[in-house]
C-alpha cells in the first residue's frame, strides 16, 4: 500500500515539477523520489498513529505466563 502511495507521489511530481533544463531530467527524478518517499512515510506516520489510539493494550491485557520466564544471559 505505501508503495503505490509512492509511486503516485512520484508520478504526480514528475507530471507537475517536469524539467527545465537538459540537466533537469535527473534532478526532476531524484525530487520527485524524495517527495514520493515523503508522502509515503507520512501516510506511514498517520497509521501508526491511528493505531495507537485505537488500541490500548495495558499490562494488565496480556496474558499472564503460568511459569516465569527463564532469563538467559
Same mark, same amino acid.
Request: aromatic letters at 6%; proline letters at 8%; zero cysteines.
Given at each position: 500500500?505505501?508503495? /503505490?502511495?509512492? /509511486? %503516485?507521489?512520484? /508520478?504526480?511530481?514528475? &507530471?507537475?515539477? @517536469?524539467?527545465? /533544463?537538459? &540537466? @533537469?531530467?535527473?534532478?526532476?527524478?531524484?525530487?520527485?523520489?524524495? *517527495?514520493?518517499? &515523503?508522502? =509515503?512515510?507520512?501516510?506511514? %506516520?498517520?497509521?501508526?498513529?491511528?493505531?495507537?489510539?485505537?488500541?490500548?493494550?495495558?499490562? *494488565? *491485557?496480556?496474558?499472564?505466563?503460568?511459569? =516465569?520466564? &527463564?532469563?538467559?544471559?
Amino acid at each position: 500500500m505505501l508503495n /503505490t502511495i509512492a /509511486t %503516485s507521489a512520484i /508520478t504526480a511530481y514528475l &507530471a507537475a515539477h @517536469g524539467p527545465a /533544463t537538459p &540537466a @533537469g531530467p535527473v534532478r526532476a527524478q531524484l525530487q520527485a523520489q524524495v *517527495d514520493g518517499y &515523503a508522502a =509515503a512515510f507520512r501516510w506511514a %506516520s498517520v497509521l501508526i498513529v491511528v493505531a495507537a489510539v485505537f488500541i490500548k493494550v495495558q499490562k *494488565d *491485557d496480556l496474558p499472564a505466563p503460568e511459569v =516465569a520466564p &527463564a532469563h538467559v544471559g
